[in-house]
């Protein structure tokens, strides 16, 4: 996608301080080139962190609410940002989309690694082709958290996997500072802790385990409060972060109501039953032996963040690049391709794949990162 942003780049237009329908805090001149989209959109957020930190007072809008602040994103990305800039003296417009995309290849190889181990080879390479030719999988290298969220999210699991339950204390510590997506993991690790207990694997001291494995959910639960929790903190000012989000129109509230809004703003009653449709299908294949053999950490995870997903997230545009982290939907197509008609010719059907991905990551790039006009209602933004 390298060439699709220096082509695509040429389309941009400027972006000057003060314009009306979106917030720029660092100019940009028609056709700033590849580094120059990538750190578009929330990367002008993630700049601010990386050479300024996050304030310690919350700004005000004229009407006394809090306005759109650096609080409402997470700090591991663009502080591991701020100090690669701090010891290279490399500006951020260099360092953001780098490390994004460095970040993102250690993911991707972790990844292959460990589907390849807990189910197989085949499903690791669909998993790999599918997730690097998702639509928006340009965000990769993007100044967004992506890459960071997908990185932590699996060594986590592999951790899991692992019983190496000391670093993952650690690594959820991470993930909490790197996306709000910690309270996924804590029915993961009742599905890990579950299976031990079903196959008499709980070790000599069983009890023990048990209250362990439920203290690591509940701590896994409570991460999720760890950054709001430090807004407030810092800012001395009860509710930041909510406050912070909504100056974006963001409820931290569950969300499932927008969802069942969207599927019938887009096709009625029709659209509705369609969706109850495809979650029961989803809820029939996880409960099928074909989902069982992934091992009890990427079933909880196939089952947790799908559910984290309607629950919890907003149906903005962003749901797009939400969804990456979804990669275990990746093994149900791996499954498809490998059933009797298709499996002759599944390297071939895996390359149709790669390039209907390729032609829409194109397409998520000239309509969501690049931005050509601000006439559009709404604006897509990634």
């Not at 959109?41 to 700004?59: F, N, S």
């Not at 204390?169 to 991470?174: D, E, H, K, R, W």
């Not at 499996?343 to 397409?363: D, E, H, K």
Request: with cysteine.
């Amino acid at each position: 996608m390298l060439v699709a942003g220096i082509v695509l780049s040429k389309n941009q237009m400027a972006l000057p301080i003060g314009l009306e329908r979106i917030r720029i805090t660092y100019p940009v001149p028609a056709d700033p080139g590849y580094l120059g989209v990538m750190t578009n959109w929330d990367g002008q957020w993630y700049r601010v962190i990386a050479e300024h930190g996050y304030p310690t007072v919350l700004p005000r809008t004229g009407t006394g609410s809090v306005d759109m602040n650096p609080w409402a994103f997470f700090p591991a990305f663009p502080l591991a940002v701020g100090a690669i800039m701090w010891l290279t003296g490399l500006p951020f417009m260099i360092v953001g989309p780098v490390l994004s995309t460095l970040i993102g290849f250690a993911a991707i190889h972790l990844l292959f690694r460990f589907i390849d181990r807990a189910v197989g080879r085949w499903e690791a390479i669909v998993a790999v082709v599918a997730v690097c030719f998702y639509v928006a999988s340009p965000i990769f290298s993007a100044s967004y958290t992506e890459s960071t969220a997908l990185l932590v999210v699996v060594v986590c699991l592999m951790l899991l996997r692992a019983r190496r339950y000391g670093w993952l204390v650690l690594a959820l510590l991470v993930l909490a500072l790197s996306r709000n997506v910690v309270i996924a993991m804590a029915p993961v690790i009742v599905a890990h802790a579950v299976v031990r207990w079903r196959q008499g694997d709980e070790g000599p001291k069983p009890v023990r385990f048990r209250v362990g494995m439920g203290t690591l959910a509940l701590y896994a639960g409570m991460l999720t409060w760890l950054w709001p929790s430090i807004a407030s903190i810092v800012t001395q000012t009860p509710n930041a972060y909510t406050q912070t989000m909504l100056a974006w129109r963001i409820k931290t509230s569950l969300k499932l109501y927008q969802w069942w809004d969207l599927l019938y703003g887009y096709a009625g009653i029709l659209g509705q039953v369609g969706g109850i449709v495809i979650v029961a299908l989803y809820a029939w294949w996880m409960l099928s032996q074909h989902s069982w053999r992934w091992g009890p950490e990427l079933w909880g995870w196939a089952g947790a963040y799908p559910a984290y997903l309607l629950i919890v997230t907003n149906t903005t545009p962003s749901r797009v690049r939400y969804a990456m982290l979804a990669f275990t939907m990746t093994l149900i197509i791996a499954s498809f391709l490998n059933l009797r008609p298709w499996r002759r010719y599944r390297y071939w059907l895996l390359g149709l794949v790669v390039i209907a991905g390729a032609a829409q990551m194109w397409w998520y790039t000239a309509n969501y990162i690049v931005v050509d006009t601000l006439n559009e209602i709404p604006m897509l933004y990634p």
